[in-house]
């Protein structure tokens, strides 16, 4: 048939077409595929990509408690009610965030994990219920530059917490936040000052971990309720270049040292009970070349001994607020600034505080209440005192006249003749 005739040619023109096709496209396949005998490191991209075979690796998992940013590589587990450190934590991350959880102790090794979190460099875990934190808590982490423990009720820090099992080797954080790490009063140890004291050398014992602090730069210990500085507490810490202790109620910084801080560029000392600077910590300052000392909102006393401090603050630098700095005491000069003083307004006289007032007033009242009832306990019990007396007098008259008459035998020598013979 004619029409079939001329259709033939046409159809046997696209199957050889195909054909040709399948078989270029099957020779390329096969070009491409990779040879059992060649190791797979030698295969190309493009090859390794054409050839379909390969998948692409697994995304790591984030915590369920947790919310991860792989771009931003920051994971964040916050108010989630956690009682340890998540396990799963992907090994990307690089800023962690456990805030406002239930954890009360880190434990050693806390953050060891396959593979490491090597590139973990900031690290808060303000917020929580903290009260312990082991030596070695944050053994694993050789990247961590920044940790935050602010806001925890700490009452064992351990001091070794952040030297690690290796507390020769020098750690590589750079900025450690201490905020608010007192605990409550009734949980600390022996009462309240003696607890206080004993929270100050636990704070200090970890900050005096040998060389593992050397390269700290910023350190906040503000909000602890310190009285003093213990002694030594910034002698391991050379590089630190800022230093928060405002809002405690440190009243003197005379066991305190600067002098090796060489690098020192900010010292916040505002919101403290700070009556007076002695001239040994004013000359430790004023030696700091790049030093600035803020000391605003101290009940400073404006008396004689304030008058080298009053020099000092008008000829140096190193204070930028000291124009707001004013008297608190006495009375008569509250509120006047510190600048605007003369030696002869600054005087000792026996000008007390209200609150010492008080408080002189209350002893003596107590002194009379107790010299009141030792004086009702002593009449209530006269006539046995006066009986209690006359024993006394009479057992003394007895021993002094058997004194009397053993010196008259012995003084006349016919008595002493008489009292020999009638021993014989």
Same mark, same amino acid.
């Given at each position: 048939?004619?029409?079939?005739?001329?259709?033939?040619?046409?159809?046997?023109?696209?199957? =050889?077409?195909?054909?040709?096709?399948?078989?270029?496209?099957?020779?390329?396949?096969?070009?491409?595929?990779?040879?059992?005998?060649?190791?797979?490191?030698?295969?190309?991209?493009?090859? @390794?990509?054409?050839?379909?075979?390969?998948?692409?690796?697994?995304?790591?998992?984030?915590?369920?408690?947790?919310?991860?940013?792989?771009?931003?590589?920051?994971?964040?587990? *916050?108010?989630?009610?956690?009682?340890?450190?998540?396990?799963?934590?992907?090994?990307?991350?690089?800023?962690?965030?456990?805030?406002?959880? %239930?954890? !009360? &102790?880190?434990?050693?090794?806390?953050?060891?994990?396959?593979?490491?979190?090597?590139?973990?460099?900031?690290?808060?875990?303000?917020?929580?219920?903290?009260?312990?934190?082991?030596?070695?808590? @944050?053994?694993?982490?050789?990247? =961590?530059?920044?940790?935050?423990?602010?806001? #925890?009720?700490? !009452?064992?820090?351990?001091? @070794?917490?952040?030297?690690?099992?290796?507390?020769?080797?020098?750690?590589?954080? *750079?900025?450690?936040?201490? +905020?608010?790490?007192?605990?409550?009063?009734? %949980?600390?140890?022996?009462?309240?000052?003696?607890?206080?004291?004993?929270?100050?050398?636990? &704070? $200090?014992?970890?900050?005096?971990?040998?060389?593992?602090?050397?390269?700290?730069?910023?350190?906040?210990?503000?909000?602890?309720?310190?009285?003093?500085?213990?002694?030594?507490?910034?002698?391991?810490?050379?590089?630190?270049?800022?230093?928060?202790?405002?809002? #405690?109620?440190? &009243?003197?910084?005379?066991?305190?040292?600067?002098?090796? =801080?060489?690098?020192?560029?900010?010292?916040?000392?505002?919101? +403290? $009970?700070?009556? *007076?600077?002695?001239?040994?910590?004013?000359?430790?300052?004023?030696?700091?070349?790049?030093?600035?000392?803020?000391?605003? #909102?101290?009940?400073?006393?404006?008396?004689?001994?304030?008058?080298?401090? &009053?020099?000092?603050?008008?000829?140096?630098?190193?204070?930028?607020?000291? $124009?707001?700095? !004013?008297?608190?005491?006495?009375?008569?000069?509250?509120?006047?600034?510190?600048?605007?003083?003369?030696?002869?307004?600054?005087?000792?006289?026996?000008?007390?505080?209200?609150?010492?007032?008080?408080? /002189?007033?209350?002893?003596?009242?107590?002194?009379?209440?107790?010299?009141?009832?030792?004086?009702? *306990?002593?009449?209530? #019990?006269?006539?046995?005192?006066?009986?209690?007396?006359?024993?006394?007098?009479?057992?003394?008259?007895?021993?002094?006249?058997?004194?009397? /008459?053993? /010196?008259?035998?012995?003084?006349?020598?016919?008595?002493?003749?008489?009292?020999?013979?009638?021993?014989?």
């Amino acid at each position: 048939m004619p029409g079939a005739g001329s259709r033939g040619p046409a159809a046997g023109d696209g199957r =050889l077409r195909l054909a040709r096709l399948a078989l270029v496209l099957l020779g390329w396949v096969s070009a491409s595929a990779p040879s059992s005998s060649v190791p797979s490191s030698s295969i190309s991209p493009a090859a @390794f990509l054409a050839s379909g075979s390969a998948q692409p690796l697994p995304a790591e998992r984030c915590p369920a408690a947790c919310e991860c940013s792989e771009a931003a590589r920051t994971v964040k587990c *916050v108010n989630r009610n956690l009682m340890e450190v998540p396990a799963d934590l992907p090994s990307y991350v690089r800023n962690l965030f456990l805030t406002g959880n %239930q954890m !009360t &102790v880190l434990p050693a090794g806390a953050f060891a994990r396959r593979p490491p979190l090597a590139d973990l460099e900031t690290l808060n875990l303000s917020g929580n219920h903290l009260k312990e934190v082991c030596a070695g808590a @944050f053994d694993h982490l050789p990247g =961590l530059r920044h940790l935050d423990l602010s806001h #925890n009720p700490l !009452t064992n820090l351990s001091a @070794f917490a952040f030297a690690g099992s290796n507390a020769s080797a020098p750690s590589s954080l *750079v900025e450690l936040i201490l +905020n608010h790490i007192v605990p409550p009063e009734d %949980q600390r140890q022996n009462g309240s000052f003696e607890g206080m004291v004993a929270f100050e050398g636990m &704070v $200090a014992a970890a900050l005096r971990s040998g060389p593992a602090l050397q390269g700290l730069h910023h350190l906040e210990l503000a909000s602890n309720h310190f009285l003093y500085l213990p002694r030594d507490l910034l002698a391991q810490l050379p590089s630190l270049k800022h230093l928060d202790l405002r809002n #405690n109620s440190l &009243v003197s910084l005379t066991y305190a040292s600067f002098r090796n =801080l060489t690098h020192l560029e900010k010292l916040h000392l505002e919101d +403290n $009970a700070l009556k *007076v600077l002695h001239n040994s910590t004013l000359a430790e300052w004023q030696g700091l070349t790049h030093v600035k000392v803020f000391l605003d #909102n101290n009940p400073w006393v404006c008396d004689c001994y304030m008058a080298d401090m &009053v020099a000092w603050l008008k000829e140096t630098e190193v204070v930028p607020d000291k $124009a707001r700095l !004013t008297c608190a005491f006495p009375d008569k000069m509250r509120n006047r600034a510190l600048l605007d003083l003369n030696s002869s307004d600054l005087d000792c006289d026996a000008i007390l505080p209200p609150s010492l007032q008080t408080s /002189y007033v209350f002893l003596g009242i107590v002194l009379a209440l107790i010299g009141a009832i030792f004086l009702l *306990v002593l009449y209530l #019990n006269r006539k046995g005192i006066k009986k209690w007396m006359h024993n006394i007098r009479d057992a003394c008259r007895d021993h002094m006249e058997g004194y009397h /008459y053993r /010196y008259e035998i012995n003084a006349d020598p016919r008595l002493t003749n008489l009292s020999s013979n009638s021993d014989v």
